[in-house]
C-alpha cells in the first residue's frame, strides 16, 4: 500500500469554526489531491497540487483552500466550517499524469 | 466536461456466480479509465486502470475490465465472485488538468453484496 496517512480520523466540530486536515505521504509523490465523498456524489476533486507550493483548485473549492509547503504533506482548510461541508475527505497521491492515485483512509468530518 | 454513469447501485450475486459492473463514460479524447473499491469505513483500493493499448485489462483479485470505444463503456467482470468481494465499487475518468496530473471524475458506484 501507498505510504499515506490522513489526520485526523474523525472530527466533529461547530459551525464557524476552522479547521485543518492533513494528509502526510512517503512515497515522495509529486501530485496530490483532495476529494471529498458525499452519498450519491461519488468522489468529487476539491483542489490538488503539482508541487510544492503550486496548487489549483478543483469542481468543489469553495469554502476550502490548501497548502504544501513541502513535499509530503498536503493540507486542507476549511476557514469558516459549515454544515454542507460535513463529508468523508479523501487525499490521493499520485507520481504523474498518465499515473492512477492512491487514496489515504480517508477523515470523517461533521459539522455541527 | 467528463462524466461517469454507474447504472446500476446495488447488485447481488450468489457466491460463486459471475459478475459484470456496468460503466459508461463521456470524455472527449482518449480517457484513463479506473475502478476502485470501497469496504466500509476504508480509503479507495485501485483495482485496474486502462490507459491505452490492449483494450482488456487485468487487475488485482482476479478482475478484469474491458474498454469499449464505440460504446463508450469500461465494464469490470470477474468470473467467480468470492464473499469478501462484497463492497462498493466505483468506476473513474482521469482527464489531464492544467499543471499536470489528472483530475478523476467518478461515478456514483455500484454496492455489490454477494449471498453465500
Known amino acids: 500500500d501507498a505510504g499515506i496517512t490522513q489526520s485526523p480520523r474523525h472530527k466533529v466540530t461547530e459551525t464557524g469554526t476552522p479547521v485543518t486536515l492533513r494528509c502526510h505521504q512517503t512515497e515522495n509523490h509529486r501530485y496530490m489531491y483532495w476529494y471529498r465523498q458525499d452519498p450519491g456524489h461519488g468522489l468529487r476533486l476539491i483542489h490538488y497540487s503539482y508541487g510544492v507550493k503550486d496548487t489549483d483548485k478543483g469542481e468543489v473549492s469553495d469554502g476550502y483552500s490548501v497548502s504544501r509547503s513541502k513535499t509530503e504533506d498536503f493540507l486542507l482548510t476549511l476557514e469558516s466550517a459549515t454544515s454542507s461541508q460535513t463529508s468523508v475527505y479523501f487525499c490521493?497521491?499520485?507520481?504523474?499524469?498518465?499515473?492512477?492515485?492512491?487514496f489515504g483512509p480517508g477523515t470523517r468530518l461533521t459539522v455541527l | 466536461a467528463q462524466s461517469v454513469t454507474q447504472p446500476d447501485i446495488h447488485i447481488t450475486v450468489s457466491e460463486g456466480a459471475s459478475l459484470e459492473l456496468r460503466c459508461n463514460y463521456s470524455y472527449g479524447a482518449t480517457p484513463y479509465l479506473f475502478w476502485y473499491v470501497q469496504s466500509p469505513g476504508q480509503g479507495l483500493q485501485l483495482l485496474l486502470k486502462y490507459f491505452s493499448g490492449d483494450t482488456l485489462v487485468q487487475g488485482i483479485k482476479g478482475f478484469e475490465a474491458e474498454f469499449k470505444r464505440s460504446q463508450s463503456s469500461f465494464n469490470l467482470r470477474k468470473p467467480s465472485v468470492h464473499w469478501s468481494d462484497a463492497a462498493e465499487y466505483f468506476c473513474?475518468?482521469?482527464?489531464?488538468?492544467?499543471?499536470?496530473?489528472?483530475?478523476?471524475?467518478f461515478g456514483t458506484g455500484t454496492q455489490l453484496k454477494v449471498e453465500l
Open positions: 473513474a475518468v482521469g482527464a489531464r488538468l492544467t499543471g499536470g496530473g489528472n483530475k478523476l471524475t
Open positions: 490521493a497521491i499520485s507520481e504523474g499524469t498518465a499515473n492512477e492515485q492512491f
